[in-house]
């Protein structure tokens, strides 16, 4: 059974940083690129970050664009979203979806994990 | 603001057939695959339908998917209470380099 599993998430002040990792199971880890999506409070999802199998080919939503950075350790079965800078309209859950193919694009998300609720708040 | 505009509510009755719609522009589902996903209240979303009008293994056909143009539609047929949900349709966008959803349509089962 495919399993993704978020953590890392918390309360944290504007201008800091944070570190969220996605351990995944049940499937071949470096077959698939991985994303990261997000979903503020009672909003709609919205992509931030996909990495392609091999980590080389790798996109981010301009929101995120320069403060966050994606990343992954194949022989850990583990994805990362470093999140630099933090902004409060950053508060969201934020899920670890793997896609249906090795590359990021254009972006089929066929499992999640449950996500980590991060709050950026003084 | 979402990139793809959906109807913010949709409803139905039980064993009813109900649409929901997606519209974007030619540079999103006008050329390239519209994926819809479900959300169940307080889960995480699920993969419903990809590559316009194609269901993952396990997912009823009671769910289809259309395309046409720069618009696409999910419908359910054979509408169950279970089916009341957040429906997002997504899509990637060549101009923005990345993919983009619809602002979600939560589905009322009366």
């Known amino acids: 059974e495919v399993q993704l599993v978020e953590s890392g998430g918390g309360l944290v002040q504007p201008g800091r940083s944070l570190r969220l990792s996605c351990a995944a199971a049940?499937?071949?880890?470096?077959?698939?690129?991985m994303h990261w999506v997000r979903q503020g409070p009672g909003k709609g999802l919205e992509w931030v970050s996909g990495?392609?199998?091999?980590?080389?080919?790798?996109g981010y939503a301009d929101s995120v664009k320069g403060r966050f950075t994606v990343s992954r350790d194949n022989a850990k079965n583990s994805l990362y979203l470093q999140m630099n800078s933090l902004r409060p309209e950053d508060t969201a859950f934020y899920y670890c979806a793997r896609d249906r193919s090795s590359g990021w694009s254009p972006g089929d998300f066929d499992r999640w994990g449950q996500g980590t609720l991060v709050t950026v708040s003084s | 603001q979402s990139v793809l505009t959906q109807p913010p509510s949709a409803s139905g009755t039980p064993g009813q057939r109900v649409t929901i719609s997606c519209s974007g522009s030619s540079s999103n589902i006008g050329s390239n695959t519209v994926n819809w996903y479900q959300q169940l209240p307080g889960t995480a979303p699920k993969f419903l339908i990809y590559s316009d009008d194609r269901r993952p293994s396990g997912v009823p056909d009671r769910f289809s998917g259309s395309k046409s143009g720069t618009s696409a539609s999910l419908a359910i047929s054979g509408l169950q209470s279970e089916d009341e949900a957040d429906y997002y349709c997504?899509?990637?966008?060549?101009?923005?380099?990345?993919?983009?959803f619809g602002g979600g349509t939560k589905l009322t089962v009366l």
């Open positions: 990495l392609s199998w091999n980590g080389i080919s790798v």
């Open positions: 997504a899509a990637w966008d060549a101009s923005l380099n990345g993919p983009v």
């Open positions: 049940g499937f071949t880890f470096d077959n698939y690129a």
